[in-house]
């Protein structure tokens, strides 16, 4: 895989960025960068060891499937959400080596974001510059190496990826360089009929995460300029809100008349009015703000606040934090299961998905990522990103 580097100058967000790309990024990254990122994250670290010691691969929720983006290991896992038992991991992303008449594959993938519309998965594969698609319903547990798939190629550095409302587009975050200047990021527009580029927009600065208004007219892009506000339609970018610290994650609520953009610099989230464009509030939360979703119904908001082990609860009715829940391991990634009765967290340093009953904040149960799910199977995996669904995966019984 190729580690991702960034510009000193990105402060705290870098650091995370070095970290979400793969462990070996803070190897062989250069001196400095990986003494920032070994003393930022020396606590979770330490928590992170102790938290693989005692997970267990258990627990209790509804009948369906999760799908984990572990990005250390090029792979995605398949987990039954009645019991949290690993059905299959599986290498995702990986071409053939050309011109050597064998089945030999070139392991390079780095499949940082994922996203599901129906059975399909899509893989933002940061590593070999792809979008990998995938039928969830015809994945086959004996063939964890290459499950059937169709990679496509689009910009540089993809790192998260999203599908239009209607299913019928799939939208790709093209970071660009990691160092130097990021003119070569932008936005890659897939066909998910043709599963094929159709349209590439450029921007001058590096998107992140991309959310659609629930018409899907409107897409919302965070980037370390601000949050972009694009008409689908016309491909046009309508406003760049500025003045929020680094955002990185972003969610829309289901009426459609709020944004919620993780500010990682200040430590908040900024509600925006999509009607005007402005924000209109903003939350405390804890510190490095990086994921977020929203309940079907859009009264509670979760967000991951990876540097305070932690994840906040807020009631959108009121824009106040109302629980707090400790989740040692450097908390990123989040989902819902889709009755809304569990969140599921994944831990970037602990390498451990933890499931909360959504409701109460109570713990149910955890599991290592990594193939077997035993205590440490997940050194060196990060659970960057996780979608869940109500249809089992094949073999999942």
Not at 152 to 167: C, L, R, W
Not at 225 to 241: D, F, H, K, P, S
Not at 375 to 389: Q, R, S
């Amino acid at each position: 895989m190729a580690p991702r580097e960034s510009a000193s100058s990105r402060g705290a967000w870098a650091s995370r960025r070095v970290i979400v790309a793969a462990v070996t990024a803070v190897v062989l990254a250069a001196g400095g960068t990986a003494a920032v990122v070994a003393t930022q994250h020396s606590a979770s670290a330490s928590n992170a060891i102790s938290r693989a010691r005692l997970a267990a691969a258990s627990c209790q929720g509804p009948e369906g499937a999760a799908y984990v983006a572990v990005a250390g290991f090029q792979a995605f896992d398949a987990v039954n959400t009645s019991n949290c038992g690993l059905v299959q991991q599986y290498n995702v992303g990986d071409r053939e080596v050309p011109g050597t008449g064998t089945s030999d594959f070139d392991f390079d993938s780095t499949d940082e974001g994922v996203a599901i519309h129906g059975s399909t998965l899509y893989f933002a594969d940061t590593g070999n510059d792809t979008v990998a698609v995938i039928d969830s319903a015809a994945l086959q547990v004996s063939n964890f190496e290459n499950p059937a798939e169709t990679l496509i190629p689009v910009g540089i550095n993809p790192d998260s990826v999203a599908v239009t409302p209607d299913g019928s587009q799939v939208w790709v975050a093209d970071t660009g360089p990691q160092t130097g200047s990021p003119s070569l990021g932008g936005i890659s527009v897939i066909s998910a009929a043709t599963n094929k580029v159709t349209s590439t927009m450029k921007l001058p600065t590096d998107p992140r995460q991309i959310a659609f208004a629930p018409d899907g007219a409107t897409a919302y892009v965070t980037t370390s300029q601000g949050l972009y506000v694009i008409n689908t339609a016309t491909r046009r970018v309508v406003r760049v809100i500025g003045g929020l610290g680094n955002p990185e994650g972003v969610t829309v609520s289901p009426n459609g008349k709020q944004v919620y953009v993780t500010n990682t610099n200040q430590n908040l989230v900024d509600v925006i009015g999509a009607a005007t464009n402005r924000v209109t509030g903003t939350i405390k939360v804890g510190e490095m703000p990086w994921q977020l979703v929203l309940s079907s119904n859009g009264g509670t908001l979760y967000v991951a606040d990876g540097d305070s082990n932690a994840i906040s609860v807020i009631a959108t009715a009121s824009d106040k934090v109302t629980k707090t829940i400790s989740d040692p391991g450097d908390p990123v990634s989040l989902a819902l299961t889709p009755d809304g009765s569990q969140l599921w967290v994944g831990g970037l340093t602990s390498g451990i998905v933890t499931v909360f009953d959504a409701a109460t904040g109570n713990l149910v149960g955890s599991f290592n990522v990594g193939f077997g799910g035993e205590a440490n199977a997940g050194d060196g995996e990060e659970p960057t990103g996780i979608v869940i669904t109500s249809a089992l995966t094949p073999g999942g019984k």
